[in-house]
């Protein structure tokens, strides 16, 4: 029974990061690779079991997620750039972040046009839109268009698939 409720509510707490349904409305939420990427970055499966923690490998390439209010970076308030934990690729800076209530980092925009890449995701029966990191194709979360002014975006990003830059200047 124990592990029946822990399923259910693994599911659940998964949704929370991912209940909305997207119509891709605005530039922001066309930056969808329509077709097969040649990243920046390649490395075989090896390669980067050799340089990614297993959580962030589980994360960025296995597309998992983790634990709602667990990660390092759900709550931290300090000023500095997020990047990829694959790649450092930058991807999104504190200026950029607010506190969704989700448990996950999120940020209403990302650090340029070319930071990040969306595709669809119709996973755990649910429309959501996938963020990827543009460079490596590292899977970072998922975008909803339920997040604050200007955007009315929400990236709501795992912890682990990011590093973090302290003090360092938005470009």
Same mark, same amino acid.
């Not at 097969?36 to 090896?46: G, L, M, P, R, S």
């Given at each position: 029974? #124990?592990?029946?409720?822990?399923?259910?509510?693994?599911i659940?707490?998964?949704?929370?990061?991912?209940?909305?349904?997207?119509?891709?409305?605005?530039?922001?939420?066309?930056?969808?690779?329509?077709?097969?990427?040649?990243?920046?970055?390649?490395?075989?499966?090896?390669?980067?079991?050799?340089?990614?923690?297993?959580?962030?490998?589980?994360?960025?390439?296995?597309?998992?997620?983790?634990?709602?209010?667990?990660?390092?970076?759900?709550?931290? #308030?300090?000023?500095?750039?997020?990047?990829?934990?694959?790649?450092?690729?930058?991807?999104?800076h504190?200026?950029? #972040?607010?506190?969704?209530?989700?448990?996950?980092?999120?940020?209403?925009d990302?650090?340029?046009?070319?930071?990040?890449?969306?595709?669809?995701?119709?996973?755990?029966?649910?429309?959501?839109?996938?963020?990827?990191?543009?460079?490596?194709?590292?899977?970072l979360?998922?975008?909803?268009?339920?997040?604050?002014?200007?955007?009315?975006l929400?990236?709501c990003?795992?912890?682990?698939?990011?590093?973090?830059?302290?003090? #360092?200047?938005k470009?």
């Open positions: 029974m #124990k592990s029946v409720f822990s399923v259910i509510l693994s659940i707490v998964i949704a929370g990061c991912g209940s909305s349904t997207m119509d891709n409305k605005g530039d922001k939420m066309n930056r969808e690779n329509t077709k097969e990427t040649a990243f920046e970055v390649n490395k075989t499966e090896e390669e980067w079991r050799e340089t990614l923690t297993l959580e962030q490998f589980y994360i960025l390439r296995e597309k998992g997620t983790e634990r709602a209010f667990t990660g390092k970076y759900y709550d931290n #308030k300090k000023k500095g750039l997020y990047i990829c934990a694959g790649c450092e690729n930058e991807l999104f504190s200026a950029e #972040k607010f506190d969704s209530g989700t448990g996950w980092p999120s940020y209403w990302t650090v340029s046009e070319n930071s990040v890449i969306t595709k669809p995701d119709n996973s755990l029966f649910m429309r959501r839109t996938e963020v990827v990191c543009a460079r490596c194709g590292g899977h979360g998922h975008v909803f268009e339920d997040g604050p002014k200007p955007t009315g929400r990236y990003i795992n912890s682990a698939a990011l590093k973090f830059e302290e003090n #360092k200047e470009p």
